[in-house]
């Protein structure tokens, strides 16, 4: 079965457009790929950042990392994480980055070192 993505992301006007990923030229290719070599970047990805934005001030990066964290909470983490995140931030109103660090019981850099290699061993 192949799998559809829909998403809407607003080009930064300070970005030469050669340079930005985002569109529908990439429909094709692996994002968890993507999405792993931008974690696997020297400099760390502001993940923290990525979960405090609204919606509308996702970057294309942010998307697909967010794409990968949400297939790593189904798939991955342990059975109840992804029910207990979405009740935290849904119905008591907590902090996405809180949710997640107390529904998976790690701090956010580790789950960040944890989604990075989930996603290599995805390649595998």
Do not use: K
Not at 9 to 17: A, K
Not at 95 to 116: D, I, W
Request: aromatic residues 8%.
């Amino acid at each position: 079965l192949g799998t559809r993505l829909t998403y809407f992301v607003q080009r930064p006007r300070y970005v030469d457009r050669r340079e930005s990923r985002a569109g529908p030229e990439n429909a094709d290719e692996d994002w968890f790929a993507m999405a792993r070599e931008i974690l696997e970047r020297v400099e760390p990805f502001p993940l923290h950042f990525t979960l405090g934005r609204n919606v509308n001030q996702l970057t294309f990066d942010d998307l697909l990392v967010a794409h990968a964290l949400c297939a790593y909470l189904f798939e991955g983490a342990p059975d109840c994480a992804l029910r207990d995140v979405l009740h935290r931030i849904g119905r008591e109103g907590e902090n996405p980055v809180s949710a997640l660090e107390a529904a998976l019981g790690l701090e956010l850099p580790v789950l960040q070192v944890r989604l990075t290699r989930w996603l290599r061993e995805r390649e595998s």
